[in-house]
């Protein structure tokens, strides 16, 4: 089986904060790969300030060089919005993998928030990464009154394969404060760049290796 690790998203742009989570959980985790779901449209974020997915994509490929990264917009292959139908569709179309599912604590603090989270952690491990800022609320979101009595021993972490869901480990990486929103504060229009220096007709997709558009 190859161990996968899934870092959904909308990359808007994609920053350091990725390469970390990423970098860490596979060390920890004992990851074969991470794939970076890059979201065509996030059901919780607003439309308004969202980057065109060219370009949010191409943040993704250049933000993930030189890692075991597979940048992908899948979702858009699979015809899933909710993260609980992707899982449900790579599971289904990758017999062959097994797949864990990193999120910051930010997410966790919101998880409750999203469709079927509970399937969602019925299907997989999870595995929450801290973030500066966000722990607090995360252990006292309502996601985690349900999620606290599934949660694994950190030291025990390379054992996820064999864990039986739901399962949730918390991971303790080296914090890197950088964020989408403050990266969009301090350039609103990062996107251009990236739209003038590419052709989004030449993009392929790092899984199903399709063309995007």
């Known amino acids: 089986?190859?161990?996968t690790g899934l870092l959904g998203g909308s990359f808007n742009p994609a920053h350091s904060g990725h390469r970390a989570i990423t970098i860490g959980a596979a060390k920890t985790l004992g990851l074969d790969e991470a794939w970076w779901l890059v979201s065509p449209g996030n059901p919780l974020k607003?439309?308004?300030g969202m980057a065109p997915l060219a370009a949010r994509?191409?943040?993704?490929?250049?933000?993930?060089?030189?890692?075991?990264?597979r940048v992908t917009a899948i979702e858009r292959d699979l015809g899933t919005r909710y993260t609980v139908d992707t899982l449900a569709a790579l599971i289904r179309r990758y017999p062959d993998?097994?797949?864990?599912?990193?999120m910051g604590a930010d997410n966790l603090a919101q998880f409750h928030r999203w469709r079927d989270w509970?399937?969602?952690?019925?299907?997989?491990?999870?595995?929450?990464?801290a973030r500066?800022?966000?722990?607090?609320?995360?252990?006292?979101?309502?996601?985690?009154?349900?999620?606290?009595?599934f949660v694994r021993p950190a030291d025990q972490a390379r054992n996820w394969t064999r864990w039986r869901t739901p399962a949730l480990v918390l991971l303790e990486l080296p914090p890197d404060p950088t964020s989408a929103t403050g990266l969009r504060a301090a350039d609103p229009h990062w996107h251009l760049s990236y739209e003038k220096s590419f052709n989004p007709k030449a993009l392929r997709d790092g899984v199903t290796r399709r063309p995007l558009f």
């Not at 993998?97 to 990193?102: D, S």
């Not at 500066?132 to 009595?149: E, F």
């Open 1 to 3: 089986m190859i161990t």
């Open 46 to 48: 607003p439309a308004d």
């Open 57 to 69: 994509y191409r943040s993704a490929q250049r933000a993930a060089r030189g890692l075991p990264v």
């Open 97 to 102: 993998r097994r797949f864990v599912w990193l």
């Open 118 to 129: 509970r399937r969602i952690a019925a299907l997989v491990p999870i595995a929450v990464v």
């Open 132 to 149: 500066p800022g966000y722990d607090g609320a995360a252990h006292r979101a309502p996601a985690m009154g349900w999620l606290r009595r």
